[in-house]
């Protein structure tokens, strides 16, 4: 039997069906893009002091009450204490005076027994203000963010199955009616508990939706139409939802409304269930030969070109292909597979602990957070286009090692400037930024080049569950910055140094058709090290 894709070459690459699927499914990212760092705003700490009751206290001692700490070199007032009520009320009353009359520091101190007072000045309200994720739980605003991607960790293990089982368009479609859903529910949380567990379902179906999107454009596309989709298309798409999130978060700055702005687009997606397809060659290594035919028939009408008369040729080779199911313990059965499957791992906590780190981060960098977090939005888009040339004209590996060497440095460096020269600081944060989005964006295609169509959307929603274990520790990462002020830095600098080294046993998939099954997989081939002339050293493929 032929190729897939030598057999659907009488499409052609870029007819009007290729056009539709083309856009349509990079509009199902824009929904991502708009809720995936929500949580920067929804979970935003506003500025916040103990709570004053209505008592009767004087002008001097109500604007002394709050004790003055030293935070970061710069005065503050108490996030979490007070001078005691009772005595402050009998020294007001006896007309003394804080700071003349009485020395504050002999006066006893307590916590915010009356609640807190939080600043409206950025947030109207936040998880933390409604919930008051502060002081003596202040734990659990990072791991408010923490769940979000406990939720995408738990979407990319499940959705990746149910996609390679029942389809990749069933899940897109449920996935997004969960996130959906789940939104506009998450508004009438009674408590931080179900607050949580609400996050964790939204967010699932979150990443479902992408991961099956993804994998549903790859499959359908193909040639440099898959590459403009897997590089460019699909990220743009999310980019954009990205780039609006803070026009939302600014005019919508009450939480709840916020979550409801964000669930309303997923309803304008409904209509796309009869326009999109599903994947001809996930219906061919199911057997279902006919379904898979009848699509391509009708995508040849619609690029006004004749049909052959038999396209996939005898029915009884393609039972033969439909035999070949695999399932998640085919990631790590073979010695190949499994070593190949490690590094992705690696390559893939790597872009994720970085991606979701530096996106976070970046709300730290500004006294404005809706500015600062546009940036981050802006800088992908060069990073996403420079990924798309480099997929069409870079070997993978290549590939990999540039952008590896450009993070790593970049986030080594910024301990290096000096403290006054803050925009460079955040230059090479966002240079950071630029070179681990592209590896984001390049990880996805390159392991869809990797896996055959059986394991595709499985191998690609494991690897992006294993690298969410990055995503939900990234939350804690960046409150190391407590110890030394650069160490979220570090860590995902020295990450990047790391993955550079993996990248030389990787196998190269540039320019090579799809495999349909394990067997066709690129492999590692020999290496010769330039660097012996009398003696050749090779990499055995033993070692893969």
Known sequence: MKEYEETTAFLGLWGPYQKIVFFLI?????????VVFSIVFLNGIPKHHCLIPEVNLTEEWRAAIIPIEVLNGKQELSRCSRYRLDVV???????????VDVNLTDVDQENCVDGWNYSKDIYQSTFVSEFNLVCKDQWKQPFTSSINFVGVLFGSFVSGQLSDRFGRKPVLFVTM???????FVTIFSPSWTVLCILIFLASSGQIGNYVAGFVLGCEILSGNARVLFSSLGISLGFSIGYMILPLFAFFLRDWKSLQLGLAVPGLLYIPMWWMITESPRWLLSQGRAEEAEAILRNAAKKNKIEAPDVIFGDPKEVNIQAKQQYHIIDLIRTLHVRNTTFLLFLLWVTVAT?????SINTAQLHPNPYLSCFLSAVVEVPAYISSWLALQYISRRLSFVCILVVAGSSLYLIQLVPEGLSGVTIALEMLGKFAIT?????????????????L????TAVCGSVSRMGSILSPFLLSLSVYYKF????????LAFVSLFTTLFMPETFKKPLPQCIEEMPKRKRFKCPFFTRK?????????
């Open 26 to 34: 990079c509009s199902t990212a824009l929904p991502n893009g708009l």
């Open 89 to 99: 009320l009998n020294l007001s009353a006896q007309g003394l005076n804080p700071g």
């Open 177 to 183: 009616a969960v996130q959906t859903i789940f939104s």
């Open 354 to 358: 970085g991606y979701v780190g530096l």
């Open 438 to 454: 592209a590896g984001a964006t390049l990880v996805y295609a390159y392991t869809a080049e990797i896996y055959p169509t059986g």
């Open 456 to 459: 595709r959307n499985t191998g």
């Open 487 to 494: 160490m979220p830095q570090l860590v995902l600098g020295t």
């Open 536 to 544: 050749e050293v090779v990499l055995k493929e033993s070692w893969l």
